[in-house]
């Protein structure tokens, strides 16, 4: 079955109401956090207060004579029976250097890299108990000098002696010597210096985990708050415990929001399944908003200088970015890939820039270590590029729309500069209904509206692409992914004709469990509430994994569609016996078979019970039962792409912007469930807006100290921040899965920061401010303007 035909199914494109909110809404969700077992005990780390410090000592002894202490571990007792954290992607330098990779302790060994560095593991009867023999646990620091800006990381005191210049690599992409000869030979060049700030996740639910030891049996249970189940369990078992992988099973349940940061291995994860032998009994974890502020993974954090070479009529002719990434102290599970497989192969973004050329330097710093966070490398790159997109139109003259139109890719398939090839896309015709939607045409009469109660008004356009669905896995591999990224889906058949899927994508919020269950249900012809779906076990789905990078209906459910293939076939060789045919006559369509120019036929149900009734067709040809897995490694990305407009106000006395109409057209390719879809891009939309106008992670520079630590201090959207927002969409399915989707959760989080911006530094223009970094508060906009005063 192709795209097209299935996007014509029943249930494909229908609102079906989310089936698993009902247990939401009622309180009826399991989070690993409500998870209790019996004989349980609290485990609380000791971390570190300062960002960088040799270790002198560890005194326990206080601490364990306390009453309820089970036990209190420090890096010293992992020495020899644990190993470091791993990375999970390879990064060659430009030297053909691998990476410098230095070892990431579950518990610090002799130094400590950054506040909440992990120092010391207590285990107590009580939560309580635990956290007061943890504030008795006493260490000797001797304070050593610490960075926090990736600027000044080169000539700062070295983190690990593996990078004596705390550089973990320099990587680049493109023809250096074909871009600088474009750039010699340019009428017209744009320079900016952006700066991506650092920004901490902050999902609903922090994260949490149980492990749990079986002394009869030798095994380890593990639930933990977690993006992809198996990914953790392979990257536990093989490369830090040394377990036998089948001897682990790790539950991810419900799960309050990922956005990324529950995608890795983390420390704790890995002391408490360790710890649950030692102690013999079940371990708990939870983390608190200011404990997951310095220990959840944060994200961007990239200081870029970019120029772009144009023709006289705005035409791009080549691209120059340097990028110096900030990774943290330690190299998270994916973070060196962020800033160079996931950012600059993107640069290219809807345009059809003959020579880009990319270069990033990666850091370590006295910082939260930095990865994946809702979009990885896609908003940073689209942030870059629109940012210069926008300037370049107002140096020359043109409008922000003009001049993406004018250099937009119109041909498909596409090759890149820059690694990709894009496959389809509509980004003139998503331009054109944005400016319809957006009523740019009265924008001009709402400026002067603005300007009669003494605002400015301004309007910023976004057009991004993102590259979903990671893939494929030998191409992955061969650019540094040390795992596969396929997807699993096994499809069972009940005698009944009810269907159950498990599957190795992971829901935290997506809406599996209803969009999975429209696709087996458009595809077999039963009603969505048959068909239950199970994911984020590893004890009873096959290896896959998990949810990121918008994979999970493009790739995991491309991997559905294969196990149903398998399906029809054999199902159709059972109707064909019960109507005495051919298997090749026999037709499958709207939940039932018949049998090609005759009125013969039999519904699904009735060939699922016959596959378990075996006298019902010869065994000799068919084994009993309807049940299939499948796995899929696409062949190439998904590319959904879009063009975002903002208009904000903002008041020049106070500094104070106001969004005032946000509207985005996305090309997702077929939309299985547009409700789902759209709430999906509205929480992006919020995120990259936040990220624009309130978030900022702020470390004091001279102590490394995390300023902004909590939500007194970090400031979060609310509903009251935001217009409503207007959607739409186009469509080109994608080409090569059967489904025809692109994936749609990350987007509105790649699109939004730069449209923000662009308007905000357009309604800024006739008071002479240049630039201006994200976040735009009204300080930093204040400020802005006073600068540019003469």
Not at 370 to 387: F, I, K, N, Q, S
Request: glycine content about 10%.
């Amino acid at each position: 079955m192709g795209a097209s035909d299935f996007a014509k199914l029943p249930h494909i494109g229908e609102a079906v109401r989310r089936k698993e909110d009902y247990r939401f809404l009622t309180g009826s969700g399991q989070y690993t956090d409500d998870i209790n077992l019996p004989g349980q005990r609290y485990a609380v780390f000791v971390r570190s207060p300062h960002a960088h410090a040799t270790i002198k000592g560890i005194d326990t002894s206080r601490a364990a004579a306390m009453p309820g202490v089970a036990r209190v571990f420090t890096g010293q007792d992992l020495v020899g029976k644990v190993n470091g954290l791993p990375c999970g992607w390879l990064i060659t330098s430009t030297d053909g250097t691998p990476m410098k990779e230095p070892p990431h302790p579950v518990l610090a060994q002799g130094k400590v890299r950054y506040v909440g560095d992990h120092v010391a593991l207590v285990v107590a009867d009580t939560l309580e108990q635990a956290r007061d023999a943890a504030e008795a646990v006493e260490v000797d620091y001797d304070v050593l000098p610490a960075v926090v800006d990736v600027r000044e990381a080169a000539t700062a005191t070295p983190l690990h002696d593996i990078a004596p210049d705390n550089r973990c690599y320099k990587w680049a992409i493109g023809d250096k010597s074909a871009v600088d000869a474009v750039f010699a030979k340019a009428q017209h060049v744009t320079k900016l210096d952006l700066v991506n700030n650092r920004l901490v996740p902050n999902a609903m639910e922090p994260r949490s985990v149980v492990a749990q030891f079986n002394r009869a049996t030798d095994e380890y249970t593990l639930y933990v708050a977690n993006q992809n189940p198996h990914v953790e369990r392979l990257l536990m078992t093989a490369f830090v415990l040394g377990l036998p992988e089948h001897k682990v099973r790790v539950i991810a349940p419900d799960v309050g929001g990922g956005f990324g940061s529950k995608i890795y291995l983390y420390a704790e994860d890995v002391a408490l399944t360790w710890a649950s032998r030692q102690l013999n009994c079940p371990l708990k974890w939870t983390a608190d908003r200011a404990e997951a502020f310095v220990s959840d993974a944060h994200g961007r954090d990239h200081v870029t200088h970019a120029e772009l070479a144009l023709d006289s009529q705005g035409k791009f002719l080549a691209l120059r970015v340097h990028t110096d990434a900030n990774l943290g102290a330690y190299l998270s599970t994916f973070a060196s890939a962020v800033p160079t497989i996931l950012y600059a192969t993107l640069l290219a973004g809807q345009y059809t820039t003959p020579q880009i050329y990319v270069e990033v330097d990666a850091w370590f710093t006295n910082t939260t270590p930095v990865d994946a966070y809702r979009g990885a490398g896609r908003p940073e790159a689209t942030y870059v590029l629109e940012r210069l997109a926008s300037r370049a139109a107002w140096e020359l003259g043109l409008p922000q729309d003009e001049i993406r139109e004018r250099n937009f890719i119109s041909q498909f398939p596409y090759q890149t500069p820059v690694a990709l090839q894009y496959d389809t896309g509509d980004y003139h015709g998503a331009l054109f209904k944005a400016n319809a939607l957006a009523d740019v045409k009265g924008f001009e009469q709402r400026r002067k509206a603005s300007e009669a109660k003494g605002l400015k008004r301004g309007i910023g356009y976004s057009s991004y692409i993102e590259a979903c669905g990671i893939a494929p896995s030998n191409i992955a591999g061969a650019l540094g992914a040390r795992a596969g990224l396929f997807e699993c889906g096994e499809v069972r058949v009940h005698p009944t004709g009810s269907v159950t899927v498990f599957t190795g994508a992971h829901s935290h919020g997506q809406g599996h469990e209803t969009t999975f269950a429209q696709v087996v249900a458009a595809r077999l012809g039963i009603p969505v509430e048959n068909v239950d779906v199970v994911h984020g076990d590893t004890g009873r789905i096959p290896c896959g994994m998990g949810t990121f990078g918008s994979r999970s209906i493009s790739v995991g459910g491309a991997a559905i569609m294969k196990a149903l293939d398998k399906i029809e076939a054999k199902a159709k060789k059972i109707a064909a016996h019960l109507m005495e045919a051919g298997d090749g006559d026999v037709e499958f369509a709207d939940g039932e078979f018949r049998v090609k120019g005759t009125d013969k036929k039999v519904t699904f149900g009735q060939v699922a019970l016959t596959a378990y009734v075996p006298h019902n067709y010869p065994l000799d040809k068919l084994e009993p039962g309807l049940n299939e897995t499948a796995f899929y490694d696409p062949t190439n990305f998904t590319f959904p792409a879009g063009t975002y407009i903002c208009e904000v106000e903002v008041d020049p006395a106070t500094g104070q912007v106001r969004l005032d109409r946000f509207t985005a057209v996305d090309d997702f390719g077929t939309i299985i469930n547009p409700m789902i879809v759209e709430g999906q891009v509205h929480g992006g939309l919020v995120q990259g807006i936040g990220q624009a106008l309130l978030e900022q992670c702020v470390y004091d520079k001279d102590t490394g100290q995390l300023m902004t630590g909590s939500f007194m201090d970090y400031t979060m959207p609310r509903a009251d921040d935001f217009p409503s927002f207007t959607l739409d969409t186009v469509c080109t399915p994608c080409t090569h899965n059967p489904l025809g989707t692109k994936g749609c959760g990350e987007a509105g989080a790649i699109g939004s920061p730069p449209a923000v911006m662009n308007a905000v530094l357009d309604a800024l223009r006739d008071l002479g401010v240049k630039d201006l970094d994200m976040p735009a508060t009204p300080r930093r906009v204040w400020e802005a303007i006073q600068a540019a005063k003469p």
